[in-house]
């Protein structure tokens, strides 16, 4: 199955892809392509907000928050991201018992993947409308459905069936 379509049955049923993609064999390649493709989108996500800061405060240039932005999301949030996927698999293995590492890497990196469209929403609105609560309340929801689709996930790699260790 596509990627867009993985995508919008997601936010449906994030168990049964969940599921589905083990089923299929992804492999590691894959995961962190999910993972880079998420960083980049998130980073084109920050873009709107970052000119708008720029234009209303130029003592920081827009390229000089480029730059900043681009350090922090494409070089250190990968990074962060492999240290939570290990994290979250240690939880899973004292609550669940033993499970593979490469299905809770998929499960984070798919979670976030699944939400970049609306976080690049959100950053429309945050150049549209600049720190409002509007933009504020846009991004608990965003926050919400990534856990949403985090935890039903790993609910769904924890089941004994996926319990293989790594």
Do not use: K
Not at 38 to 60: E, K, M, N
Request: glycine share 12%; with cysteine; hydrophobic share 55%.
């Amino acid at each position: 199955m596509s990627v867009t379509r993985n995508m919008a049955r997601t936010y449906r049923a994030p168990r049964a892809t969940t599921r589905g993609m083990i089923a299929q064999g992804i492999t590691e390649p894959q995961i962190l392509a999910f993972g880079l493709i998420s960083c980049g989108l998130i980073f084109v996500a920050q873009w709107p907000g970052l000119s708008r800061a720029a234009a209303l405060d130029p003592t920081i240039t827009f390229e000089q928050r480029m730059g900043g932005a681009l350090f922090g999301i494409m070089f250190m949030l990968p990074l962060l991201l492999y240290g939570v996927a290990g994290l979250l698999q240690l939880v899973l293995r004292v609550l669940a018992g033993p499970v593979q590492g490469l299905h809770v890497r998929l499960v984070l990196f798919w979670s976030l993947l699944s939400v970049t469209p609306l976080m690049l929403v959100q950053g429309g609105l945050a150049a549209l409308l600049g720190p409002t609560q509007a933009v504020t309340s846009f991004g608990f929801v965003v926050t919400a459905v990534f856990l949403y689709i985090l935890g039903a996930g790993l609910l769904e790699v924890a089941r004994p069936r996926h319990g293989e260790a790594s």
